[in-house]
Nanobody, 125 residues
Framework: VQLQASGGGHVQAGESLRLSCAAS????????IGWFRQAPGKEREWVSC????????AYADSVKGRFTISKDNAKNTVDLQMNSLKPEDAAVYYC???????????????????WGQGTLVTVSS
């Protein structure tokens, strides 16, 4: 199983980016997929997740209303559309997969079994 996160880059505050998490060796639609981020000197934090079976989505308060998570079963990808980016959104973003989700919404990083390599997002003010 491999997860590949892509789509990071540098933007100005207020602009948008779309991150994508592509999977190989596993079908994403059956599991929980989460996005996390880690800024320099800070702990990794949960950003959003989607339950592959139910389609239920959830967001951290800090990104609610600005970020949208979605899945494309045909492409076997989960995307994170990030709008109205702020300097505090700058971080390395990771996608992760929980192969045995015990909850509809999975926010605990320790419950995720597989992680992508991360993609860097920088936002200037």
């Amino acid at each position: 199983v491999q997860l590949q996160a892509s789509g990071g880059g540098h933007v100005q505050a207020g602009e948008s980016l779309r991150l994508s998490c592509a999977a190989s060796g596993i079908t994403l639609e059956y599991y929980a997929i989460g996005w996390f981020r880690q800024a320099p000197g800070k702990e990794r934090e949960w950003v959003s997740c989607i339950n592959g079976r139910s389609g239920t989505t959830a967001y951290a308060d800090s990104v609610k209303g600005r970020f949208t998570i979605s899945k494309d079963n045909a492409k076997n990808t989960v995307d994170l559309q990030m709008n109205s980016l702020k300097p505090e959104d700058a971080a390395v973003y990771y996608c992760a997969l929980d192969r045995h989700p015990t909850k509809v919404v999975v926010t605990d990083a320790t419950e995720y079994n597989y992680w992508g390599q991360g993609t860097l997002v920088t936002v200037s003010s």
